[in-house]
């Protein structure tokens, strides 16, 4: 997304979880796992990872390409950066993956749990909450008749949207 590398999977969980907060902890689980693979693999093959996405409130995900290395900005916007984003529109996955006190109460979640709060640890993630209503990834997911325009815009995919949003 915005012009970067993007990895889209769709999988049938194999674990049956009881909430939808330990459905998007797992969900959220698989990403992290392919977003620090991906990570190693740019770095393997020479890609320098730059990534100017700020997340400063849970309504916007910002891109900042006026900046072309870590070393043009501004100190306010790098702890921002230090780890790969990952966005979730569900609080409590956001809170438990950010709070190491915070435990689960399946022992099924938990090999997964503790593999994710180990990434945020180390510096490899951060989560962070995004509402519903500015959360791209849901147009590959849900209907949302309203919002498809602008998604498909934010994606890259309709480059007619902004000429009419000016009209």
Not at 10 to 29: D, I, P, Y
Not at 64 to 71: G, K, W
Not at 96 to 102: I, M, S
Not at 139 to 154: I, S
Request: aromatic letters at 10%.
């Amino acid at each position: 997304m915005f012009n970067s590398l993007i990895s889209w999977k769709s999988k049938l969980q194999t674990l049956v979880t009881t909430s939808t907060h330990a459905s998007e902890l797992v969900a959220l689980g698989i990403a992290a796992d392919e977003t620090v693979w991906l990570r190693k693999l740019l770095k393997e093959i020479g890609f320098s990872i730059n990534p100017h996405y700020f997340i400063k409130n849970p309504t916007m995900a910002a891109c900042s390409e006026q900046y072309d290395s870590d070393d043009e900005l501004q100190p306010e916007d790098l702890e921002f950066i230090r780890s790969m984003p990952m966005l979730t529109d569900n609080q409590g996955t956001s809170f438990t993956a950010n709070n190491p006190a915070h435990s689960t109460k399946s022992k099924a979640i938990d090999i997964r749990w503790f593999k994710l709060r180990e990434y945020v640890q180390y510096g490899r993630i951060r989560i962070h909450h995004i509402s519903g209503d500015a959360n791209v990834a849901d147009v590959m997911t849900k209907p949302l008749a309203t919002k498809f325009t602008q998604f498909r815009y934010l994606l890259g995919m309709d480059s007619h949207y902004r000429s009419s949003k000016k009209s």
